[in-house]
């Protein structure tokens, strides 16, 4: 896969030295290690596997060669350890930019949203009216009938001046179009948001509020909430959130593989409880 579909440093390296690794089985990771000059035994497992210590730009650029990277996707690689390892908000929004401004994507691949298309994250009913335009029959904006209809069909109640504002966002962002009759549609591509960027934290906060309203008003029969609480260490956890990861988009591929007659929110939070023994030492 390109490295240009990766948001992730470690995922980019793990994927590609796994598939080094099945074309040369004899190629050891402690071989790997010493082509890229890294002395100690461990550097992999607690860089790329665990991420519990960070990666040098130098190391990223011996790791570059290592793969046989072009000009371009060392420069790829080298924003994604920025972006991967910044400190501050300010400088993971400023490394996203310039991720998204250079990944080079084929024809119908997933958009992933620049930080200047962050405000369709701003509501949760931006990305719901996206959706819900295939549901209806002719809706383009016209009347306030139409805009009653849309309205009729969500749990949550929208005004008129929601639903407008949100149908011109929408269209300024080019992510609905109006075909020849003058309706509204989906455009072709699917949006997504890098899961731990600030635009995706500011919708999962909007739809948990959301989820809070629906929960109370739907009957059990047609919603699904459920809460565990699990004692666990930093491996397991790191495999349960490549689980739910690997979960979420099987589940995406199924929806998307259906016709639709209603939308429904799926939200999965997992967060830790306790105080991290690497935070408190």
């Given amino acids: 896969m390109t490295i240009y579909a990766y948001l992730d440093f470690r995922d980019f390296?793990?994927?590609?030295?796994?598939?080094?690794?099945?074309?040369?089985?004899?190629?050891s990771i402690r071989e790997i290690l010493r082509r890229v000059q890294c002395a100690s035994p461990s550097y992999?497992?607690?860089?790329?596997?665990?991420?519990?210590?960070?990666?040098?730009?130098?190391a990223a650029r011996r790791f570059a060669a290592f793969l046989k990277l072009s000009a371009d996707e060392t420069v790829y690689l080298l924003?994604?350890?920025?972006?991967n390892q910044a400190a501050s908000t300010v400088d993971r929004e400023h490394f996203y930019g310039a991720l998204i401004d250079r990944q080079k994507k084929p024809a119908g691949a997933d958009h992933f949203l620049t930080i200047g298309e962050y405000g369709y994250m701003a509501e949760w009913y931006h990305t719901v009216i996206r959706e819900l335009l295939p549901l209806l029959e002719g809706f383009g904006n016209r009347s306030a009938g139409e805009r009653r209809q849309l309205a009729s069909l969500l749990r949550v109640p929208l005004t008129d001046r929601q639903i407008d504002e949100a149908i011109t966002l929408l269209e300024e962002l080019k992510f609905i179009r109006k075909n020849s009759e003058g309706n509204y549609e989906k455009s072709d591509t699917t949006i997504r948001?890098?899961?731990k960027s600030p635009a995706a934290y500011q919708a999962l906060c909007r739809f948990l509020d959301v989820g809070k309203s629906v929960i109370t008003s739907t009957d059990p029969l047609y919603r699904l909430f459920k809460v565990?609480?699990?004692?666990?260490?930093?491996?397991?956890?790191?495999l349960i959130e490549k689980k739910i990861n690997e979960v979420c988009q099987e589940i995406v591929q199924i929806a998307g593989a259906s016709?639709?007659?209603?939308?429904?929110?799926?939200?999965?939070?997992?967060?830790?409880?306790?105080?991290?023994?690497?935070?408190?030492g």
């Fill in 228 to 238: 565990a609480v699990l004692g666990t260490n930093r491996d397991t956890a790191v």
């Fill in 13 to 27: 390296l793990r994927d590609r030295i796994d598939a080094l690794r099945r074309e040369n089985t004899k190629l």
């Fill in 193 to 195: 948001v890098e899961q």
């Fill in 79 to 83: 924003l994604l350890v920025q972006y």
């Fill in 259 to 280: 016709e639709s007659d209603r939308l429904y929110a799926l939200n999965i939070q997992f967060f830790p409880l306790t105080k991290l023994p690497e935070e408190t």
């Fill in 44 to 58: 992999y497992k607690e860089v790329v596997i665990d991420g519990r210590k960070k990666m040098s730009l130098s």
